[in-house]
């Protein structure tokens, strides 16, 4: 069963740092860019990191810039997304996706999602 799995997330002060991981299984994704994304309830689905199939490239949306890092190991079939300086509107529930190519794609190009794990950051 091809799935990512992601794990990390939890309740953090401002101020503070999370590391989220995303476990991909089922086959190798070292031929796939990959992705974070997250979520509000009530609002749409919003990018926040991605990463080439070797890490040679990266992506970060204009709010997280600075101060969140994705990495991958595509030994251990990893991805990560360091969190640091977490504000109270970084709290969502964040999604590991994985893209049908080796490059970043357009957000709109992911075509695997895990379930998510919750991030909330009080004030």
């Known amino acids: 069963q091809v799935q990512l799995v992601e794990s990390g997330g939890g309740l953090v002060q401002a101020g503070g740092s999370l590391r989220l991981s995303c476990a991909a299984s089922?086959?190798?994704?070292?031929?796939?860019?990959m992705g974070w994304f997250r979520q509000v309830p009530g609002k749409e689905r919003e990018f926040v990191a991605a990463i080439s199939w070797n890490g040679g490239s990266t992506n970060y949306a204009a709010s997280v810039k600075g101060r969140f890092t994705i990495s991958r190991d595509n030994a251990k079939n990893m991805v990560y997304l360091q969190m640091n300086s977490l504000k109270p509107e970084d709290t969502a529930v964040y999604y590991c996706?994985?893209?049908?190519?080796?490059?970043?794609?357009?957000?709109?190009?992911?075509?695997?999602w895990g379930q998510g794990t919750q991030v909330t950051v009080s004030s």
């Open positions: 996706a994985a893209a049908s190519r080796i490059f970043i794609p357009t957000p709109d190009n992911y075509n695997l």
């Open positions: 089922g086959r190798t994704f070292s031929n796939n860019a």
